[in-house]
């Protein structure tokens, strides 16, 4: 299988998201210098937990039972799919616990994953241990990584902190996004940054630029979770310079929060806060250019 070139737009990138924050400036004057503040909130709420192989082997056992359809490897007399998207190898990754609510990670091996690194697809399920119904989110993931948890929202439980790559192979685009538990539907789904329903992810990353009509170019983010503004609750804060040629830099920092159960975007641009707000980002990062340059 060829592999297609990646594609990028960082101009496109940049412009839309200031579009979207346009409405947030108010936040700009909270977020300014005092980002001293950011802190990591609490860890987890005691009442969610990832269920353990051996301490709970009886619960554990019990779902695995319930998805043991899903978990055969695909059919392709049934299934028809792609012969690189045929998954010949599924397992359960991870399941969480919130009441009687489960959030079930099902990892699946493919071509992609085995043959050229583009590693396993996580596909995500809400089961209710009561009832025992099962339902798939809308979309799963590539190279799925726990980050942390996090507290958005005055809600009780944590929202689950992750990165993701996309699931067309062609892309490399590092996305982070976090499940988060609606206690009114009691179940768990995705958490949106704006009024778009389905704008879910933010971007973090991207190995390469290209296709860009000013050249080529490559993207080099930061990002973090934790409390920038002081109000006791996580935000997300993103800084990325996509570096072309004769080292023309598109430099953007942005920060996501939840005011009020809504999510709020901002652009930054005062060069003392985004100076102030890198020093945070760069606390555990070191290696990249915008963290030695002065």
């Not at 940049?14 to 409405?23: D, F, Q, V």
């Amino acid at each position: 299988m060829q592999k297609k070139r990646n594609r990028c737009q960082p101009f496109a990138f940049t412009l839309i998201l200031m579009y979207r924050t346009l409405a947030a400036t108010t936040l700009l004057a909270i977020v300014a210098c005092i980002s001293a503040a950011a802190q990591n909130t609490s860890t987890a709420s005691k009442d969610f937990r990832w269920l353990d192989p051996r301490k709970d082997a009886t619960l554990v056992d019990k779902i695995k039972g319930a998805f043991v359809d899903e978990l055969k490897p695909d059919d392709p007399k049934v299934k028809l799919v792609e012969p690189q998207l045929y998954k010949f190898h599924k397992r359960i990754s991870r399941i969480g616990v919130f009441q009687s609510s489960a959030l079930v990670l099902i990892a699946e091996r493919d071509e992609l994953a085995s043959t050229y690194g583009y590693g396993d697809y996580f596909q995500p399920f809400n089961y209710d241990i009561n009832t025992g119904k099962k339902e798939p989110f809308k979309k799963g993931f590539r190279r799925w990584r726990f980050h942390k948890f996090a507290h958005f929202s005055s809600a009780k439980t944590p929202d689950i902190v992750f990165t993701y790559l996309p699931t067309l192979e062609w892309e490399t685009d590092y996305s982070l996004s976090s499940f988060r538990f609606d206690q009114r539907r009691g179940r768990w789904d995705m958490r949106v940054w704006s009024d778009n329903q389905d704008d879910d992810m933010i971007e973090i990353g991207c190995d390469t630029v290209e296709g860009s009509e000013e050249g080529e170019y490559d993207l080099h983010c930061l990002f973090k979770v934790a409390d920038f503004n002081g109000d006791g609750l996580d935000d997300v804060a993103v800084r990325c310079q996509a570096v072309g040629v004769e080292n023309r830099i598109i430099d953007t920092t942005l920060l996501y929060s939840i005011q009020q159960d809504q999510p709020v975007q901002a652009t930054l641009t005062e060069p003392q806060c985004i100076a102030a707000l890198t020093a945070k980002l760069c606390d555990e990062t070191k290696k990249l250019k915008m963290c030695t340059s002065k």
